[in-house]
């Protein structure tokens, strides 16, 4: 089975813009859940969708969205691009359910200058 | 109450020995305790999980020991081996109708040869 992919793998944005990030998880999970990870803050649990509905959110502004569709691929989208978002952007997918083992994909590096 | 510490933020030992890890949590409504293990420029990848029913779970030279009552759980790594060198993440998840899932903050292992 093929893992989680994540488009772009990087990705440089200017303060003020808005950039979207694509995770297409293992075939076969419903869950997808999205972290953001610095040296600072170091992972940091951003929101979970299962069957195109977020059941859970963490504590970032509303500049930070997201959606699934249908084939279970997420999007995030972070509007009007602030510098503390430079990170790795991390999505985990699960089968669900009560299955809780989460597998990651490799990341979106987004900078912003 | 959402925090989970962990202990020490980075290790050096020698190869073949045993390398400690300590995570605690506060909030008794976490149910799964995974570890994850990343390498720079990778994505966080399951190593090993355990249940609150369960006090020890081994997986190879990998050990979860778990103290429900302290609210406190360890990674064993026993003989450790140079490509053990990474970094090791202890989180606790909840599933209080979505999942959550928060992370400590990570130790640096590095396996001298």
């Known amino acids: 089975k093929a893992g989680v992919t994540q488009t772009p793998r990087y990705l440089i944005k200017t303060r003020g813009q808005q950039v979207t990030l694509s995770c297409s998880p293992i075939?076969?999970?419903?869950?997808v859940s999205w972290y953001q990870q610095t040296p600072g803050q170091g992972l940091q649990f951003l929101f979970e969708y299962f069957s195109e509905t977020q059941r859970n959110k963490g504590n970032f502004p509303g500049r930070f969205s997201g959606r699934q569709f249908s084939n279970s691929r997420s999007e995030m989208n972070v509007s009007t691009l602030e510098l503390g978002d430079s990170a790795l952007y991390l999505c985990?997918?699960?089968?669900?359910?009560?299955?809780?083992?989460?597998?990651f994909g490799p990341g979106t590096r987004l900078t912003v200058t | 109450q959402q925090q989970v510490k962990q202990s020490p933020q980075s290790l050096i030992v020698q190869k073949g020995g045993i390398s400690i890890i300590n995570c605690a949590y506060e909030?008794?409504?976490?149910?799964?305790f995974p570890w994850y293990q990343q390498f720079p420029g990778k994505g966080p990848a399951l190593l090993i999980a355990?249940?609150?029913?369960?006090s020890e779970k081994k997986e190879g030279r990998f050990t979860i020991s778990f103290n429900k009552s302290a609210k406190q759980f360890s990674l064993h790594i026993m003989d450790s081996q140079p490509g053990d060198s990474a970094t090791y993440f202890c989180a606790a998840s909840e599933n209080t109708g979505g999942f959550k899932t928060i992370f400590g903050a990570g130790t640096r292992l590095f396996v001298k040869a």
């Open positions: 075939s076969g999970h419903r869950s």
């Open positions: 355990i249940r609150p029913d369960v």
């Open positions: 985990a997918s699960s089968l669900g359910g009560s299955a809780y083992e989460q597998y």
């Open positions: 909030n008794t409504a976490f149910d799964y």
